[in-house]
């Protein structure tokens, strides 16, 4: 085998082998490819494509460069993965009413990326919970209190992580080829029985429109199930926030209140959740809609709370938690209304550009060794369809400081469109595999 054959292959369009990528990404894990080489192979993806079998292909190779873990639990182990999105706070709640269903899930999770959210990030918003952990601890937790929400170790698909990292300096991200081998060799090496895909498109989203969704949506869905995982995706709308919240606590925050059987708090959070979830266990052979009936009763009796608590008590984070988590989030000193600029209804709301100031509050990174404020966000964003008069709250800014409060408060009126109407459109656009 050969780096420089095996890219000359990919340039002439021509797909290399199994065994081609088996050793290819061996040797980005091992250092036998170059950062050049590892360069010249991302740009001859993006320029000329992997095709189906190439994909499954790369998936598996990127897979099997670190530790493949194996399960033997009494009940299936399932996953979901979000392409990213804003007020995204799904897995909070899904991992809990899953394994509340009997179900175990060893949700291996990242940091925030450009405007959007991370899991880990709002997870380690928790005082004392420790999201890195080793493969020994995922597993104990894991089979303990039926979820364990954390990062990944570094022998879990370091082919990707080097890949990742040459991709971003090299104007190499935006390949589909690329994306799938990416998000899925990390999801499957965590040995999943099954795997939903929330595909969000959006002003939101990283997937502007409904065609780019879909291609995305298709390839990690044929991918998965090529490489032995059975896998579908729904494709969802974030042409709004999913919970009127962004902010690494705030969204912990909202998660509880859902999780104490407070649905209303953030329907569309809720019945996303539960479509979800409906949809993994058809997966795992349930009835779909006898399925998502059991993942809402898991959430509205407080027996997914008490799986998240276990969970947070593990990973190390207060023991109360379920009873008294409003004291143990942190809360920022600046708290204020954001108010319509003029009388009408709220016909748009950029997300990335709200996105974008929760990350400029210190809610987010701009580069990565960033701290982030856990504190800091919106909560009560007023959704697409309100009806508002001039001065009338839009959302409220939790800020570290005053300046920080005003400069938020003029991104967010730039954010939010008032015009004559608002059309809401439906949460889940489209159903794939």
């Given at each position: 085998m050969d780096a420089r054959a095996i890219i000359a292959r990919l340039r002439?369009?021509?797909?290399?082998?199994?065994?081609?990528?088996?050793?290819?990404?061996?040797?980005?894990?091992?250092?036998?490819?170059?950062d050049a080489q590892a360069g010249a192979f991302a740009m001859a993806v993006c320029l000329n494509g992997l095709g189906e079998e190439g994909r499954v292909g790369l998936t598996e190779a990127m897979r099997d460069s670190g530790d493949v873990l194996k399960w033997d639990m009494p009940g299936p182990?399932?996953?979901?993965?979000?392409?990213?999105?804003?007020?995204?706070?799904?897995?909070?709640?899904?991992?809990?009413a899953l394994a509340a269903c009997g179900v175990f899930v060893p949700m291996i999770s990242g940091r925030g990326l450009g405007h959007t959210g991370g899991t880990l990030d709002k997870m380690e918003?928790?005082?004392?919970?420790?999201?890195?952990?080793s493969e020994e601890k995922l597993r104990a937790v894991t089979r303990k209190t039926g979820c364990a929400i954390v990062g990944a170790t570094g022998r879990i698909a370091p082919a990707?992580?080097?890949?990742?990292?040459?991709?971003?300096?090299?104007?190499?991200?935006?390949?589909?080829?690329?994306?799938?081998?990416?998000?899925?060799s990390k999801k499957l090496a965590a040995g999943l029985e099954g795997l939903v895909l929330d595909v969000k498109v959006g002003s939101g989203a990283f997937m502007k429109t409904e065609d780019e969704a879909r291609a995305l949506a298709t390839s990690l869905v044929n991918t998965a199930n090529g490489a032995g995982c059975p896998t579908a995706a729904l494709i969802t709308d974030m042409d709004e926030p999913l919970a009127p919240v962004l902010g690494n606590a705030l969204e912990v925050a909202i998660c509880m209140e859902v999780l104490s059987g407070n649905?209303?708090?953030?329907?569309?959070?809720?019945?996303?959740?539960?479509?979800?979830?409906?949809?993994?266990?058809?997966?795992?052979?349930?009835?779909?809609?006898?399925?998502?009936?059991?993942?809402?009763?898991?959430?509205?009796?407080?027996?997914?709370?008490?799986?998240?608590?276990?969970?947070?008590?593990?990973?190390?984070?207060?023991?109360?938690?379920?009873?008294?988590?409003h004291t143990h989030l942190p809360k920022a000193p600046v708290v204020g209304d954001v108010v319509a600029s003029q009388t009408g209804v709220i016909s748009a709301i950029d997300g990335e550009a709200l996105g974008l100031a929760v990350v400029a509050m210190g809610g987010g990174r701009r580069v990565e060794t960033d701290r982030i404020d856990p504190a800091v966000g919106l909560t009560d964003v007023a959704p697409v369809g309100t009806r508002v008069n001039r001065g009338d709250p839009i959302a409220v800014i939790h800020a570290r400081s005053e300046a920080s409060a005003e400069a938020t408060a003029r991104a967010v009126q730039a954010a939010m469109t008032i015009g004559a109407k608002g059309e809401t459109r439906p949460l889940i656009r489209e159903r794939i595999g």
């Open positions: 002439r369009g021509k797909t290399p082998s199994r065994d081609e990528l088996q050793w290819f990404a061996a040797g980005l894990a091992n250092g036998q490819v170059s182990v399932l996953d979901k993965h979000s392409t990213g999105g804003v007020g995204d706070c799904v897995s909070l709640i899904l991992a809990p918003s928790i005082p004392g919970v420790v999201a890195q952990i990707d992580k080097r890949l990742y990292a040459i991709r971003d300096v090299t104007a190499t991200v935006e390949s589909v080829d690329l994306i799938t081998a990416s998000i899925l649905p209303a708090a953030a329907r569309r959070l809720h019945d996303l959740t539960v479509a979800l979830g409906g949809r993994l266990l058809a997966l795992a052979g349930e009835a779909e809609g006898e399925a998502e009936e059991r993942v809402a009763e898991a959430i509205s009796s407080g027996r997914a709370m008490t799986h998240f608590a276990a969970m947070v008590a593990e990973l190390g984070g207060p023991p109360d938690m379920a009873e008294d988590w």
